[in-house]
């Protein structure tokens, strides 16, 4: 159990990635890297930024602050120059997505209940 | 046919019945916010006399979509009304429309190219000037995103290639931007002469930019440094002739052509470099900010026929402190200083031009999700970065002047 925020990491069963550092998921979530080492176009879910699993997931998980990747993403929508990750609202919501979508990478609370996904653990350092 | 402010409102309420992005389907998506300030500036007009006795004639209204065709060819574009009393008057205008093709991308890096019209990444905040959530507080740094080139400066009709990297876990962002922009030809001949000129029009810029941004490993990544070039020249066309310039002075009492050198203006074209260095460190709840601008312009001017250069260097800089008290709340304290090199051109309503140096102070509240409202108080000495409007030459401007802002902000 992590002493920080008790959230785990979900992604579609087809990436076999297994090297995801705290840089790499931070470049994931930042939207800067837009494809996994196998080709498949990654797609990103979270949880509205205001939402305690949100913010906890970013502290632990990527080594920064909610704010600041609000502003990044914001950033990218209103320049232009990037897509912000799709917002979903229920923790079963997020499940079926990361299940059902190709290349999804999101995040649950770590008691929820999943299977047919990859989990990447407590907390990635 | 020309929009206004109004049916662009009428039309972003129509459309976001909810809080959240507009997703037509999977791959597109419509944003957009609204910004309504009031703003009193007791002291100096602000971008008009209407803020003297406080003002509401201060809204932004943004619309923007994006296209994925491909995982690896989007269109983007966004529509933007500004209005700012008598500087902006909250014409629609097309803020950016682009085409992006990602050429390449692996695990650790990417590359790629979009053309149209794209916004200028200069500094930490040229590209999110006019957007109202991604602003630390009002406005951006006045010493820094200082009116005179804005509309120039703010995009490029052209060619934008970029690219990331991962080098041992160091995140490098480059960008590479060639075009021309259409230039706001009164803020430029304010800018060089503190008066509109009797006949021209600033002609399209050519605009050469390159940016990188580099956020090192070591400091957990909360350090971000940004450097960022940007190569542009501007020209009047179509100004009056020697034999004009001539005849009017042959009419005007003696000296005129001293005292109001820009009633004879029969050419100018501005070289400018300007060179932008930022650096931004995140720790826990605070963000620090500061940026340093270097501007080296070369001016070329004729006055009824005659020949008159100089070089000018302009440097200005800022501190930021940002402090995110709750999730919902942050709060501003900055102290920024410009020099425009302009030493002794002297006018007779505004002889407080070469500089200005000012504290700001502000908070945010994020009252409900997708609102805010921002307030600001600035404190300044000097006029170098009061907003200009036509008529401002009317007025005899104050060496210490502040302002005071409210905004309400929606954004989807």
Redesign the interface.
């Known amino acids: 159990m992590s002493a920080f925020g008790e959230t785990k990491l979900l992604i579609h069963q087809g990436i076999q990635t297994q090297n995801l550092d705290t840089a790499y998921l931070n470049q994931i979530f930042a939207m800067q890297v837009r494809k996994w080492p196998n080709g498949t176009p990654i797609h990103v879910f979270v949880f509205p930024s205001s939402s305690k699993l949100h913010r906890d997931f970013v502290v632990s998980h990527l080594n920064t602050q909610a704010h600041q990747l609000d502003r990044i993403w914001n950033r990218m929508l209103f320049t232009g120059t990037g897509k912000p990750p799709t917002v979903v609202n229920s923790e079963n919501d997020m499940y079926l997505r990361i299940l059902n979508t190709p290349g999804a990478i999101g995040y649950v609370s770590a008691a929820y209940p999943v299977k047919d996904v990859r989990v990447l653990g407590e907390k990635q350092k | 046919m020309r929009i206004h402010t109004k049916e662009l409102l009428v039309l972003a309420l129509l459309i976001s019945p909810q809080a959240?992005?507009i997703e037509l389907n999977n791959t597109t998506?419509i944003?957009g916010?609204l910004s309504q300030a009031a703003v009193y500036s007791p002291d100096n007009p602000y971008a008009g006399t209407d803020a003297d006795n406080g003002s509401v004639k201060f809204r932004e209204i943004?619309l923007?979509g994006?296209s994925?065709l491909t995982?690896d060819f989007?269109l983007?574009?966004?529509i933007l009304s500004r209005q700012r009393d008598e500087s902006d008057d909250g014409d629609v205008r097309v803020d950016?429309?682009?085409a992006?093709y990602?050429v390449w991308?692996?695990?650790?890096s990417?590359f790629g190219l979009?053309a149209g019209r794209?916004?200028n990444?200069i500094g930490f905040y040229n590209?999110?000037r006019d957007?109202p959530?991604?602003r630390p507080g009002y406005n951006v740094p006045d010493s820094i995103y200082f009116d005179a080139f804005r509309d120039s400066l703010l995009s490029t009709d052209g060619i934008n290639l970029?690219g990331?990297a991962?080098l041992d876990?160091n995140?490098l962002?480059w960008e590479l931007t060639a075009g021309r922009k259409d230039v706001k030809s009164e803020d430029f001949e304010y800018f060089a002469f503190g008066y509109p000129v009797r006949k021209g029009e600033a002609d399209d810029a050519p605009i050469y930019l390159l940016n990188v941004n580099f956020v090192p490993?070591i400091l957990?990544?909360?350090l971000r440094l940004g450097i960022s070039l940007v190569d542009t020249e501007i020209e009047l066309e179509n100004t009056q002739s020697v034999a004009e310039a001539q005849m009017a002075l042959m009419t005007a009492p003696p000296g005129d052509a001293l005292t109001n050198p820009h009633l004879y203006v029969t050419g100018a074209k501005i070289e400018a470099l300007y060179a932008t260095f930022s650096a931004q460190y995140?720790y826990?709840?605070w963000i620090f900010t500061s940026e340093y601008l270097h501007l080296n312009a070369k001016f070329m001017g004729e006055f009824a026929g005659m020949p008159a250069n100089n070089r000018q260097k302009s440097h200005g800089y800022y501190f930021q402190v940002e402090w995110?008290s709750t999730?919902?709340t942050?709060w501003l304290a900055r102290y920024e200083e410009l020099d425009l090199g302009t030493n002794g051109s002297e006018i007779n309503y505004n002889p407080h031009r070469d500089y200005g140096k000012g504290w700001t102070v502000g908070g945010r509240w994020?009252f409900a999700?997708n609102w805010s409202i921002t307030g600001q108080a600035s404190f300044n000495e000097g006029t170098a970065w009061l907003p200009s409007y036509r008529g401002i030459e009317e007025k005899q401007l104050q060496k210490y002047w502040n302002y005071y802002v409210l905004s309400l902000s929606y954004q989807f």
């Not at chain 2, 991308?105 to 650790?108: A, C, E, K, V």
């Open positions: 959240n992005a998506q944003h916010f943004g923007n994006y994925e995982p989007r983007a574009g966004q950016f429309l682009l992006d990602l991308s692996d695990h650790s990417s979009r794209v916004k990444t590209s999110i957007i959530s991604a970029y990331t991962l876990n995140q962002t490993d957990n990544n909360d995140n826990k709840n995110l999730p919902n942050t994020m999700d």
